[in-house]
């Protein structure tokens, strides 16, 4: 359920909207449901609306678990 | 009265067999087609006897929005029909083309089509011998539809179709999955997005006849359009009574494709393609075929994807890039975007 | 780092496979439920039920808004399609789900009815602004993470004073059916050792509305991502909690999610949404608080309001075994329609709608 996929922000638009690209696939989404997001920000998509800002050093730490899992 | 290129509209008149269609042919058709059969201005074309067996195939193309990145319905009502034909191992020579215009429809377009028609079938060596246009009435149709049918000569001696599919062939694949149909999607109403997608509508003939002269020994070859590559394989699958096994990791394809896929909840083996093809060839013959398709253009992407089992018969199945095993069903319905 | 290849690393993931079998302990049973389609998505699609332990048991959950879904309530949506001026907008997964009668959006429309697949609700309201003579309805489905945006459609409605835009609202709450699936079915059923929490509802709501259902059913819950390796670390965690006796909540996915959510998100939700005393889930029957309705103050834009269209209760064949499954006590295989006649492309019960549903990813992926 829920699809939702990270995209990166390109461009902040007018309106609470932004410019996201996902391998070149560009799209106009809201961020309203966001309190702040920047330019270069990856976000979880889902049916137009950004859902949640992803931290890239809580995905670094969760890769560094599956890593260490692996050869624990 | 010449047909107003830059405002004119498609009329009921221009299908009525008066003036108004004499001069619609003339103008357009006759024009952009030029060929000596055609100009003979004849119900029929009369055409010299081919040398080998002779090989037909007939298509008819709808698609929407008809311009699309890549391509428009015109160029891939060639595309199309000329693959079906070249696929059992024949070069095309000639095709008929029959349209079914919507009255108000754009004389600009139509000409943009036909035009875009033209250049195809020239590119392809192929001259357009007889046609037919009727006009229905507003609402009737969506545009335009053509349908198109190629006559051509086999190269070689050689039966290819499922029947020859044997258990141990390996499956080719000629380059990347879904640029089509993603490209379609890029710019249908209310999906539109803006990417590199392009569609790789082409006339792949010129290919297959490298391959076949290289690698006569190929069983089979199929274009994985409606329905996608899944819908090739299962098909084969079921009416050969094999079973045949992908291996996902070896499936090319452009990351604009499979990132249109992710946001849209897409599978790119249901995605339609216009300008590949899978071939079917004994295992021994294999590395060799690859070698000639990639030393080709159109064939540069090409990998090995899979192989025919003698086990499961009638299952398409695929090998994870993680070591497991997941079946490749067939496409219900039409392929939608979905948000779960 | 973009945040899809990282996660579907096939070393990683069969290092982390190994590790899974590493970890059971023998003669021991883990029977796990993924809540969500996209975790038995993500499970079919890679092939990994015949890579798991004998020991560990992947039960589907009723995490697909689509599957759950009763058929009165698509029956309710065909028949506002059917009305005059109506446009109704949805997303492309409800178009193709059949009603009580065998009919399905798609069909209302080649009989003349007036319906368009959208992609985000924004685009419903910019065409009810293009066309003010028309009534469009979009028909809202999904759980918390479809909610607010149809929450900050509704606001836009209101402030624009839109009078041709409303919402048919089907949006359900995830614990509540969590808790109805631990302990209030009356479907006899081996229990249950640890559950798969969602990756994107729980972007929304956080990790905090587990801890209740953790602690009140002794059950170990790690929320986990949709892909694979996501999925892998979780039942990984699961089974080390079951090992060393905890019911604790984890969250795997930190990257999206954090213990209280997206506080934006629930409060836009609070503005809009009230609680629906109860609501019929498809294959688990009634589930009281387990749903979502606008508030009398957005009564305008409530197409439940605004038209009269009432539910006429849907009839489901009683050989269908969706609630036996949704509860993990039988496999779709052991199901009398599995296959015939219940297929994706003639979907009997709930588990065959949507492609995420247990039965349908067991008839596609499985071999």
């Known amino acids: 359920m829920c699809l939702a996929i990270p995209v990166k922000v390109e461009a902040l638009l007018p309106a609470q909207r932004a410019r996201v690209t996902l391998h070149g696939v560009q799209r106009e989404v809201s961020v309203a449901l966001l309190d702040e997001v920047a330019v270069g920000d990856y976000v979880i998509l889902h049916v137009g609306y950004a859902l949640q800002k992803l931290d890239e050093e809580e995905a670094r730490q969760t890769l560094a678990l599956f890593a260490r899992e692996a050869s624990r | 009265m010449k047909p107003d290129w830059t405002h004119g509209k498609v009329e009921m008149q221009h299908g009525g067999g008066g003036r108004a269609m004499t001069l619609l042919i003339e103008s357009l058709f006759l024009a952009a087609f030029a060929n000596e059969t055609l100009s003979e201005r004849n119900d029929q074309a009369v055409l010299p006897p081919p040398s080998g067996r002779l090989v037909v195939a007939t298509d008819s193309h709808v698609v929407s929005p008809l311009f699309f990145p890549g391509g428009d319905i015109g160029s891939l009502a060639v595309h199309g029909t000329l693959n079906d034909l070249a696929l059992a191992g024949a070069r095309p020579q000639y095709l008929t083309a029959a349209f079914i215009l919507e009255e108000g429809f754009a004389l600009a377009d139509l000409r943009r089509i036909v035009t875009s028609m033209a250049t195809a079938a020239r590119d392809a060596g192929v001259s357009i011998v007889t046609g037919d246009t009727k006009v229905v009435e507003r609402g009737k149709a969506d545009g335009v539809f053509i349908t198109t049918t190629a006559i051509g000569e086999m190269l070689d001696a050689q039966v290819r179709g499922v029947a020859s599919i044997c258990a141990g062939d390996k499956i080719l694949l000629s380059g990347t999955l879904g640029d089509h149909g993603m490209a379609v999607l890029s710019c249908r109403e209310g999906l539109q997005f803006e990417s590199p997608l392009v569609s790789d509508s082409q006339s792949l003939h010129d290919l297959i006849a490298c391959m076949v002269a290289k690698v006569p020994q190929i069983h089979c070859m199929r274009d994985p359009t409606r329905g996608g590559v899944a819908a090739v394989l299962n098909e084969i699958a079921s009416q050969r009574g094999v079973g045949i096994r992908l291996n996902e990791a070896a499936i090319p394809m452009t990351p604009a494709v499979q990132g249109a896929c992710e946001l849209f909840g897409l599978d790119p083996l249901f995605v339609a393609n216009e300008g590949k093809l899978l071939a079917f060839c004994p295992p021994a013959q294999a590395e060799l075929l690859l070698t000639v398709m990639r030393q080709h253009p159109q064939g540069a992407q090409a990998a090995i994807v899979g192989e025919v089992l003698a086990q499961a018969p009638g299952q398409v199945s695929m090998i994870t890039p993680l070591g497991g095993e997941r079946r490749v069903d067939w496409l219900s319905g039409d392929p939608l975007p979905r948000i779960c | ?367």
Request: net charge neutral.
């Open chain 3, 1 to 367: 780092m973009n945040y899809l290849d990282e996660f579907r690393d096939g070393n990683l993931g069969k290092q982390l496979l190994d590790k899974i079998h590493a970890a059971v302990q023998p003669k021991k049973q883990y029977r796990f439920m993924e809540f969500c389609g996209g975790h038995t998505h993500a499970l079919f699609r890679n092939g990994i039920p015949a890579l798991l332990p004998a020991e560990v048991t992947m039960v589907h959950g009723p995490g697909c808004p689509v599957c759950v879904l009763p058929m009165a309530r698509i029956d309710m949506a065909i028949e506002l399609a059917r009305l005059p001026d109506v446009i109704l907008c949805s997303y492309g997964d409800m178009l193709r789900v059949p009603g009580a009668r065998g009919t399905s959006l798609l069909k209302a429309r080649a009989e003349g009815a007036d319906v368009r697949m959208v992609y985000a609700i924004s685009d419903a309201l910019a065409l009810a602004r293009k066309l003010p003579a028309r009534q469009v309805v979009f028909f809202a489905i999904g759980f918390e993470t479809t909610t607010p945006p149809t929450a900050l459609a509704l606001l836009e409605a209101r402030a624009a004073s839109l009078q041709n835009f409303t919402v048919f609202c089907n949006h359900v709450l995830t614990p509540p059916a969590m808790a109805a699936i631990l302990g209030g079915l009356e479907v006899e059923a081996p229990p249950l050792h640890g559950l798969v929490g969602p990756a994107h509802v729980s972007a929304v709501i956080g990790t905090e509305p587990y801890l209740p259902i953790a602690r009140d059913w002794r059950i170990p819950i790690v929320v986990a991502g949709f892909e694979v390796l996501d999925v892998l670390q979780a039942i990984l965690q699961l089974i080390h909690q079951v090992n060393e006796g905890r019911a604790e909540v984890e969250n795997e996915y930190t990257r999206a999610v954090v213990p209280a959510g997206n506080l934006k998100a629930q409060q836009v939700m609070a503005e809009v949404f009230t609680l629906r005393e109860r609501f019929e889930w498809r294959g688990l029957g009634w589930i009281p608080h387990s749903a979502m309705q606008i508030r009398s103050a957005f009564a305008p834009w409530d197409a439940e309001q605004r038209f009269d269209v009432k539910p006429v209760p849907g009839k489901e064949n009683p050989a269908c075994d969706c609630p036996a499954v949704l509860r993990g006590a039988k496999s779709p295989l052991d199901c009398k329609l599995f296959g015939h006649p219940c297929t994706p492309d003639n979907p009997i019960g709930a588990c065959m709608v949507s492609s995420e549903g247990a039965c349908a990813a067991h008839y596609r992926y499985q071999t």
